[in-house]
């Protein structure tokens, strides 16, 4: 079984930044894929940005030149760094880990953008 904690949401202004972050335990399979997706009210959840254990990565286009993905394969750790913030941006962002077989979920960090 695998865990995923995130942490690093909060309330922030227009144009500010954020940093999530987001910590995998238990049995991971080397190969596999972290990511972000997010999830607005009364909106279906959506890509933010993923990378690969090989470094590969794939950004939504709204957040392309805006959000930066990385990740420490020894901390089975992923990271999304977020500048330029907008309004909407503003959702509750969950971590996925994926493998050829499975398909985890952390629990969700808020993220709300507003003056």
């Known amino acids: 079984q695998v865990q995923l904690v995130e942490s690093g949401g909060g309330l922030v202004q227009p144009g500010e930044s954020l940093r999530l972050s987001c910590a995998a335990s238990?049995?991971?399979?080397?190969?596999?894929?972290m990511g972000w997706y997010r999830q607005a009210p009364g909106k279906q959840r959506e890509l933010v940005a993923t990378?690969?254990?090989?470094?590969?990565?794939n950004y939504a286009d709204s957040v392309k030149g805006r959000f930066t993905i990385s990740r420490d394969n020894a901390k089975n750790t992923v990271y999304l760094q977020m500048n330029s913030l907008k309004p909407g941006d503003t959702a509750v962002y969950y971590c996925?880990?994926?493998?050829?077989?499975?398909?985890?979920w952390g629990q969700g960090t808020q993220v709300t953008v507003s003056s």
């Open positions: 990378m690969a254990n090989g470094g590969s990565t």
């Open positions: 996925n880990l994926r493998t050829i077989t499975s398909d985890y």
């Open positions: 238990g049995s991971i399979f080397r190969l596999n894929v």
